[in-house]
């Protein structure tokens, strides 16, 4: 995060009045090589792999055409991500994050994304979302971080999504802990999201609707 104070001084400089854009661009030209896209295009091949159904791309051609900001937390190699660039209004933006790491995703937090060992990526996830997403990037700025880091971010940058699509971590306590901070950090967004029912439907509802009332 020590990087990203540069934004709070390229901020300072702007007034309330200044749009959002002003602030958009500060946060893309921040320092921190975690944030943006990289000089060079990215070597590895388009690939198509992910998980994206029918039903969530029906509910974000509703909801995105409306959004100016659109904040994603779990990206994986882009397909959603790119639904939601196609979709996005003239003038919208959308800021995506994922951790982008082999090792972590699938070590760590490998139950959420591997059946069996056979189920490992032979592809480097960051570079196959660069791929993915390169056409794609004057409307979409990557965020190399985890969830928690990039909202707190986006948040000091002074930027308010209207809309975020939450799909990162699928256990009970990491989706409660996103679910509770974009409520706490951006209490006008909109909050939708993949695999609700991933690990016991019941306990995320319960969990999601006591932020109501804490």
């Known amino acids: 995060m020590a990087a990203l104070d540069s934004i709070t001084e390229r901020l300072g400089a702007l007034s309330t009045s200044e749009d959002a854009a002003a602030r958009l661009a500060a946060f893309r030209d921040c320092a921190d090589v975690r944030v943006g896209w990289p000089a060079q295009p990215p070597t590895a ?3 198509s792999e992910g998980w994206f159904l029918r039903a969530n791309e029906s509910v974000l051609r509703e909801l995105v055409p409306r959004a100016t900001l659109v904040l994603e937390l779990g990206s994986y190699i882009g397909k959603s991500t790119r639904c ?3 979709l996005l209004a003239p003038g919208a933006h959308l800021i995506t994050c994922d951790a982008w790491d082999n090792a972590f995703l699938e070590d ?3 139950h ?3 059946r069996d060992e056979g189920e490992r990526r032979t592809f480097d996830l960051y570079e196959t979302f660069l791929a993915n997403l390169w056409e794609a990037r004057d409307r979409v ?3 190399k971080m985890l969830t928690a880091e990039c909202c707190a971010a986006v948040a000091t940058a002074g930027l308010k999504p209207d809309l975020i699509y939450i799909d990162a971590d699928h256990d009970y306590a ?4 996103d679910v509770r901070l974009c409520t706490e950090l951006f209490p006008g967004a909109v909050l939708v999201g993949d695999d609700w029912d991933y690990a016991g439907q019941s306990q995320r509802l319960l969990g999601i609707a006591s932020m109501a009332s804490t």
């Open 45 to 47: 091949p388009k690939n």
């Open 84 to 86: 939601v660039a196609d």
């Open 108 to 110: 760590a937090l490998g």
């Open 112 to 114: 959420n994304y591997l």
């Open 141 to 143: 700025t990557p965020v």
């Open 174 to 177: 990491g989706v409660h802990a």
